[in-house]
Structure formats: structure tokens, C-alpha cells
């Protein structure tokens, strides 16, 4: 009887005990992701990173470490996804949008322009800014989500966004809100690059260097298709895969068409003068 | 039974350690509130059990009706000043809004919010049974850790209720007090730790969970032959007996406290000691309540509570058909047995009575 008492408690004490029971490197793991959050919040970015990069380094297969030290690095260039949450919505709706206006109305002064001119060098220049205008036209849903996009503020930032990046790079296999968030990353990445590319600059003259325009032009297409694979990795349903999937295509179309139209031109010192159209446009010409 | 039997099946049944199914079982749980039909209620918590309600209140161990001889018919609408808040969160949840309810719920970075409101309307009859429906109750617990990543924990729960519950006492024996409760409750609610880029990516991934359920809450009453008034109680709370659709983790809890009263200033002092087995609590000391009831006037009434971290105050009011009702409640919510920050609400309550 007093065995069998005893084997009751005993049984009872398990039970009891058995729910807090956690294995040792449970505990350690959620140790470190705890510290590493709670240096984040206090705005301790560094200290997070150097916890992370140590977890990394004894487990480089751990996607949530991996997310952590990426978001430790964003955090210290000044990048917190809760700014993200409005850009992420104004995309969904600029996307449809995009499938349903094209860009004729805003290509309307080029085309005009092209039926009277006879020159073929300038018929082919204007046909060379229909296809940046084109191209920039698919962009522009994007610029005009920009300025829900955070700033970088100085080139330190600038390095640590890269170095997010670069971490998310490290694993080959990234999907859902990991691939999204670093397709946000290089957002803010493009944000920063674009407005202080020459693309912009010389379309504001009266030239365009042919050069830096094609270099503009590639850089730009690809940063922006890296954002749309990511987003389209990181959507979780279909019919979003394939609004991004098709906006993908028309965003490389529109690029490689002004790519291929650069090639074929061939002015002296790379300088296309373009001042007829920026008079049409109600530019002044210095 | 054997006494080791019956130990091990109250260990099983009320004090074994939480399942690590869900990932919020260290965050507040809404289920085990217990909002009640009236500010009182929700003024003294759980020690609402233990300790009989004012005039003007509703008695929530169904045990006290036995000797409860008022008869009410009654209309009420409580909230707290976070009703804005609430009412869009659990608006969202009823209506399948993934997307707006993720924003809302992301607004609150680095606070933590505890929050609800109800409505309800009820009949107490002298016969010692009380009918009521809540057409609407609605409750958020949710925090944001982490602005760079956004971690959300978070608790939206939107429900209606009908409820009936009686008590009676043996002639032979008055002191002892039986009763039971019958609620019927439908809820939609999630209840998810999620990182605010998984939900962007795909909203539908939020874990929401629609349920109907019975529960069965059986009450007991003992009242003490002494100039104290002393009584001891008993009610476990959150049995179902039925439940359809999705499901839901939750344990039945147990309420016990020990109740007496006393004169003060010629006024009815009414107080209680209450401890509750309510899961999401994990601290000994918060386990505990202290709750007290002041009739001060003859239209109405102080409730006070506190335990651990929490501490709660009001008064509930007549004025001719109207009732209302001023409060406030203070608490620290945790998260993986980290304390955060103190919520504090300021709650209202407005009511006919006939």
C-alpha cells in the first residue's frame, strides 16, 4: 500500500514537472534570440550583432539567427520594417494600377515630335527617349511609392544595408517574409542609388550622355528586378506571384528595349542633344 | 479513491505545465477574463466567485443566487477608453480583414494594450436564476517587440453569449449553496506570435479560429454561522461540455476564495481572499486576489481588487432607470515571463435598469 502511494505521487510529481522540462539548447538558443531582441529595442544595434554573428557562426543553417542579424544590421542603418507597412500596401495598389494605364499620354510629345522630324539621327534619339520614358514610365509606380520608403541618412548606413543584404544573401534556399523583407532591404537601397544616379540628372539638361545612361539603365534594371523576384518569392498567394511575375516581365521589356536602342546609337562624345524636347516639355535649355 | 489518485488528478487536471503547442501560452489570455454583465465584475476579476455582488450588480458564482432574492431586468454597455482601438481590431477579425488588422495591430510598437468592451442585457429573477445575452464582447491583449522586425504578440477575440444560471440550497442543510452556469458562446479570435514580414507576405497565414461552445460552470457555497458573515466558495470555470469548429487551447480553471463582511460607517464592507488556477498565470503571487465591495450608498456601490501586479477600482451607480459606472484597472502585462510595461485603462459603464 505505501508503494503504491508512493508510485501515485511520484507518477503526480512527473506529470507536474514534465510540462517546464526544457532541453538545455532550447534554452541557450532562445536565450540568445531574447538577448539579441532586447538589445534591439534598446537601440543597441552592435551588441545584437556581434550575439547573432557569434550564433551564426556555430549555426549557420539557422534562418531565424540569419533574419535577426540581417534586421540588426537594418536596424543601425535607421531601417525598421514598421516604416515599410504603408510602402507594402501603396505597391499592392500601384501594381494594379500599372496593368491598367500605360504610358502613351505621357509619351505623347515624343511621339508627336518623331512624325515631324526627318532627321534620322534625331529620330533616333527621340526613339532612345521614348524607351527611357517607357522604361522609367514602369518605374515610376515604384518612385511614386518611394517617398513612403525611409532614407538613408550617410554612407555608414548605406554599408550596414548592404551587409543586411548580403547576410539574407547567404541563404540560397529564402522565401516568404524573409524573401520580402529583403526585397524591401534593396528598396531602400534603390531609393538611395536612384536619386543620385545620372539618369535623372541628364534627363533634367538639354543631353544625354549615352554612357551613363546605359549604365544607369542596367543598374537600375537590375536592382529592380532582384526587388520583384523577391517579392514574388516572398508572396504567399498565387494570384500575387503572378500580378509580380507580370509586372516583372513588363519592367524588363520596357529596360531592355531602352538598352538595346543605346547600342545602336552611336554619337560623338556619347552626347545626344535633346534640347527640342525639353523646350516642348516647358524646360529651359542653359 | 485512493487520497494520491484524487491529488494526481487535481494536478493533472488544474496545475500541469502548459502545452508548447501554442507559442502565447506566456502572454495574457482573454479567455480566462471573464468580462462579466456588469464594471463590478470586471472591477474584482476573478474574485468575482468568491465574493457576492452588490444591488446593482450580478452574482458570478451561480451558487450566491440561491439567496438572492433581487429581481432586475437590465441593459449595459461597458468599455474602456481604448474602445476606438478595440472595436477596429475585432471589427476586422469579424469581417476576415487579415491585411487591416495586421496594420492595426501593428500600430502599437512597444506598448502593450489590453482592452475590451461588451454589451449586454439580462434578467435576474427572485426565483434565483438569471438569463442574459451578450450580443457583443470584444477584447485585445497584444504587444510589438522589436520595431526593426516587428515581432507581434496578440490576443483579438469578438464573441456573443447566452448564459443561464441558477442556485438553490437544501432545506435541511442552508448553509451549503449549490448552483451552475450554461453559457453557449460563439468566438472568433486569434491568438498568434507572428513576425510582421511573414504576415505581409501572406496576411491569410494569421491563425484565426472560429468556435461554438457549451460550458458548464458548477458553483458551491458555504456559508460559516459567525458574526463574520464568513463563507468559503468554490467554481470551476471554462468546462465545455460541447464545441464545434476549430480548436482551441484552453483548460477549465478553478476558483476558490474565502468571503466575510463586516459593518463600516453603518455600511455593508464585503471582502474576499481568492485564489484562481488560471494557466496563463505563472507567478504564485498573481495567483492570489484580494477584492472588497463598499455599499456605500443604498443607489450604489465601491469595488476594489488587487493581486501581484494588478489593481483595479470603481463605483457602480443608480440613478433612477439609468446605471452607470466609473472605473479604472492597472495591470503588467508579461511575455515570456518578462514583464513589460503598466497598461492602465480608465472604463465606463452605462445602463438601464427596470
Known amino acids: 500500500m505505501l508503494i503504491k502511494k508512493s508510485k501515485s505521487l511520484l507518477l503526480a510529481l512527473s506529470f507536474l514537472s514534465f510540462g517546464g522540462c526544457i532541453p538545455k539548447t532550447d534554452k541557450i538558443e532562445r536565450s540568445d534570440y531574447s538577448t539579441a531582441t532586447q538589445m534591439m529595442e534598446e537601440g543597441q544595434y552592435s551588441s545584437a550583432i556581434h550575439i547573432m554573428e557569434g550564433r551564426l557562426k556555430h549555426a549557420p543553417f539557422d534562418q531565424k539567427a540569419r533574419l535577426l542579424l540581417a534586421a540588426a544590421y537594418a536596424g543601425r542603418a535607421g531601417v525598421h520594417i514598421t516604416d515599410f507597412f504603408d510602402f507594402a500596401q501603396e505597391l499592392d495598389k500601384v501594381t494594379k494600377l500599372s496593368q491598367k494605364y500605360g504610358p502613351e499620354s505621357s509619351l505623347g510629345v515624343i511621339q508627336n515630335l518623331k512624325s515631324r522630324t526627318q532627321n534620322r539621327d534625331q529620330k533616333n534619339a527621340l526613339e532612345l527617349l521614348e524607351g527611357i520614358y517607357n522604361a522609367l514610365f514602369q518605374l515610376n509606380n515604384f518612385l511614386r511609392a518611394f517617398e513612403l520608403v525611409p532614407s538613408l541618412k550617410n554612407a555608414a548606413s548605406v554599408q550596414d544595408l548592404n551587409a543586411a543584404i548580403h547576410i539574407l544573401d547567404g541563404d540560397s534556399k529564402l522565401t516568404g517574409g524573409s524573401a520580402l523583407y529583403r526585397g524591401l532591404l534593396r528598396v531602400v537601397l534603390l531609393k538611395h542609388d536612384t536619386f543620385s544616379a545620372n539618369l535623372f540628372k541628364s534627363l533634367g539638361e538639354c543631353q544625354i550622355n549615352t554612357q551613363a545612361v546605359e549604365q544607369d539603365l542596367r543598374y537600375i534594371q537590375h536592382q529592380t528586378i532582384r526587388i520583384l523576384s523577391d517579392l514574388y518569392i516572398g508572396s504567399g498567394s498565387e494570384a500575387k506571384k503572378a500580378q509580380t511575375q507580370k509586372q516583372l516581365n513588363s519592367i524588363d521589356e520596357a529596360f531592355q528595349k531602352a538598352l538595346d536602342l543605346t547600342a545602336t546609337l552611336t554619337p560623338v562624345n556619347h552626347q545626344i542633344d535633346i534640347s527640342q524636347v525639353t523646350h516642348q516639355l516647358g524646360g529651359q535649355c542653359p | ?345 480608465v472604463i465606463g459603464e452605462i445602463g438601464l435598469t427596470f
Open chain 2, 1 to 345: 479513491m485512493p487520497l494520491a489518485s484524487v491529488l494526481m488528478l487535481f494536478i493533472l487536471l488544474f496545475f500541469s505545465g502548459p502545452t508548447r503547442a501554442d507559442s502565447t501560452q506566456y502572454f495574457k489570455n482573454l479567455f480566462y477574463d471573464g468580462y462579466g454583465l456588469t464594471l463590478e465584475e470586471r472591477i474584482l476579476g476573478r474574485s468575482c466567485y468568491s465574493l457576492r455582488s452588490s444591488p446593482l450588480g450580478a452574482s458570478c458564482n451561480p451558487a450566491h443566487l440561491a439567496k438572492d432574492q433581487k429581481s432586475q431586468l437590465r441593459l449595459n454597455f461597458t468599455a474602456d477608453q481604448s474602445i476606438g482601438d478595440v472595436t477596429e481590431m475585432q471589427g476586422h477579425l469579424r469581417d476576415d480583414n487579415p491585411t487591416e488588422l495586421i496594420r492595426s495591430l501593428s500600430k502599437n510598437r512597444g506598448v502593450p494594450t489590453s482592452s475590451s468592451f461588451s454589451s449586454s442585457v439580462w434578467y435576474q429573477s427572485e426565483y434565483n436564476w438569471l438569463v442574459s445575452y451578450t450580443p457583443l464582447r470584444g477584447g485585445v491583449a497584444s504587444f510589438v517587440r522589436n520595431p526593426t522586425l516587428s515581432e507581434i504578440t496578440a490576443h483579438v477575440l469578438t464573441e456573443s453569449e447566452l448564459s443561464l444560471k441558477g442556485g438553490f440550497y437544501f432545506a435541511n442543510e442552508p448553509k451549503l449553496q449549490v448552483g451552475a452556469q450554461l453559457r453557449y458562446v460563439e468566438s472568433r479570435y486569434l491568438r498568434h506570435q507572428f513576425l510582421l514580414i511573414d504576415a505581409l507576405a501572406d496576411p491569410s497565414m494569421l491563425d484565426t479560429r472560429t468556435t461554438k461552445a457549451l460550458y458548464i460552470d458548477p458553483g458551491i457555497s458555504y456559508s460559516f454561522d459567525n458574526s463574520w458573515g464568513s463563507e468559503v466558495s468554490l467554481v470551476v470555470t471554462n468546462m465545455r461540455a460541447h464545441f464545434s469548429g476549430d480548436e482551441i487551447a484552453h483548460k477549465p480553471s478553478l476558483e476558490v476564495g474565502y468571503a466575510s463582511q463586516t459593518q463600516f460607517w453603518d455600511k455593508t464592507f464585503r471582502q474576499s481572499v481568492h485564489i484562481t488556477t488560471r494557466p496563463d498565470i505563472y507567478e504564485l503571487r498573481d495567483r492570489f486576489r484580494w477584492a472588497g465591495i463598499y455599499e456605500a450608498f443604498s443607489s450604489g456601490a465601491f469595488s476594489a481588487s488587487f493581486s501581484g501586479n494588478d489593481y483595479a477600482l470603481g463605483f457602480l451607480g443608480r440613478w433612477d432607470s439609468l446605471t452607470y459606472g466609473i472605473g479604472a484597472q492597472s495591470e503588467v502585462l508579461t511575455l515570456d515571463r518578462q514583464a513589460l510595461e503598466r497598461n492602465s485603462q
